[in-house]
């Protein structure tokens, strides 16, 4: 079973483009007011335009309003929206009336509720203790948690790490960005494509299960 890949906090087409053709599965856009990796609605929607309907294209967000974040990810055809951090169940049923996917992004230091769906989430992404830092966190803090489903694991994942990741948390899926970075919000197409085809490795070493 190969592992889904998603590279997030994308700002220009161009990156989209060279995801895709890397072998990405999931490219995403950030609305998140702190990140350097912010978009504008018109800038979100080229990145999305670029390649739509061949993969999946996520707006993410950790402090939009969760109806505002799913009306900007349907107005600019992203398929999925991803809410990152504080929100509720009620958040989440107020997105899915919009936008139908909507997936669940926490951390170890958020929440002990890791069941993928317990929001009514397609997916569950697991960041570091310190999301958005880049740092790469200790697995072994998985060993007390079973997660099993559609999960993506994230936080301080880079080329040379994300193929041990895999053999390591045996996540479904997982998901970079400032990994791939040459700057904060600047990305490398290079190491956009070094990170896919590790992930790859990864996986047909005895990755996702």
Not at 2 to 15: A, D, F, M
Request: with cysteine.
């Amino acid at each position: 079973m190969k592992t889904y890949v998603k590279v997030c906090g994308l700002r220009h087409p161009e990156e989209a483009e060279v995801a895709l053709h890397a072998g990405a599965d999931a490219i995403g856009v950030v609305f998140s007011q702190k990140s350097p990796r912010r978009v504008s609605i018109d800038e979100a929607r080229a990145v999305v335009a670029a390649v739509a309907g061949r993969i999946d294209t996520v707006v993410v967000t950790n402090d939009l309003d969760a109806a505002e974040a799913a009306t900007i990810a349907r107005d600019i055809g992203a398929s999925v929206l991803q809410l990152h951090g504080a929100y509720t169940t009620e958040d989440f049923a107020r997105a899915r009336a919009i936008v139908p996917r909507v997936w669940r992004a926490t951390s170890l230091g958020e929440t002990n509720e890791l069941t993928v769906g317990a929001y009514g989430d397609e997916a569950l992404l697991l960041d570091a203790p310190r999301p958005g830092s880049g740092e790469r966190w200790d697995l072994s803090a998985l060993t007390a948690h079973r997660l099993s489903g559609h999960w993506l694991l994230a936080g301080g994942l880079n080329p040379d790490n994300v193929a041990d990741a895999i053999l390591d948390a045996h996540p479904w899926g997982v998901d970079v960005s400032s990994g791939v970075e040459s700057a904060p919000g600047v990305k490398d197409l290079d190491k956009i494509r070094a990170f896919v085809a590790a992930a790859r490795r990864g996986m047909s070493a005895g990755g996702a299960q």
